[in-house]
């Protein structure tokens, strides 16, 4: 099983909050990544980074940003959550081509 | 069109049978295939992963890629109820990121 976790698992918040999802990996791997996983839906990537102090965008345009200070903390915080945020956002790490997820966040905005 | 395209399910078979989940793709460039497994509530997990085209076989499951068709499946050998979940198939380039396909649903019936 990998070791890579997210907190909170799930969360229902109001219109307009700050919110951080975490997630950390004890595995060492430099990538890591966070998706966006909608019912029937592909995986969307919002956020990518390839070491400490390295981010980038993914293809799916999103208003959250992302910080990796260390190899194994990747949050992902949204300043200003509203309704359409409402998804499961599933983060990961890579060792080569094959990807670690961990077991997601369900958000809730209401 | 998008780039992966994946039956769309829901599949439901009885215990036992032979289970065959496809993907097809446009880009010619993609090399690595995978399939992940997604759990209720959990993140994907990888289940396959082949190069370029040909069979790969592990244990009940075999992922099979035809490069000139663009077309790659997984079969599944006598089904049982603990491969009831979504199957992904993933595929990439050498140098890009994954692109994963929206996942078929696959419920095994005792």
């Known amino acids: 099983e990998a070791d890579i976790y997210q907190t909170p698992r799930y969360l229902v918040i109001g219109t307009g909050k700050k919110i951080t999802l975490e997630c950390s990996q004890t595995?060492?791997?430099?990538?890591m990544y966070w998706y966006q996983q909608d019912p029937g839906m592909e995986l969307h990537l919002i956020h990518y980074s390839y070491g400490v102090n390295s981010t980038e965008k993914g293809d799916l345009s999103s208003e959250s940003t992302v910080s990796r200070i260390r190899t194994e903390h990747f949050p992902l915080t949204l300043e200003s959550a509203r309704p359409s945020h409402t998804s499961q956002y599933l983060c990961a790490s890579s060792l080569g081509d094959t990807q670690y997820f961990g077991p997601g966040t369900r958000l809730t905005v209401l | 069109q998008k780039e992966v395209e994946q039956d769309p399910g829901p599949l439901s078979v009885p215990e036992g049978a032979i289970v065959s989940l496809n993907c097809t793709y446009s880009?010619?460039?993609?090399?690595?295939f995978m399939w992940y497994r997604q759990y209720s509530r959990k993140g994907p997990e990888l289940l396959m992963y082949t190069y370029s085209s040909g069979n790969k076989e592990d244990g009940r499951f075999t992922a099979q890629v035809d490069k000139s068709s663009k077309y790659i499946s997984l079969f599944i050998r006598d089904s049982q109820p603990s491969d009831s979940a979504t199957y992904l198939c993933?595929?990439?380039?050498?140098?890009?990121?994954?692109?994963f396909g929206p996942g078929t649903s696959l419920s095994v019936i005792p």
């Open positions: 880009n010619s460039a993609f090399q690595y």
């Open positions: 595995m060492g791997h430099d990538k």
């Open positions: 993933a595929m990439k380039t050498s140098y890009d990121k994954v692109i």
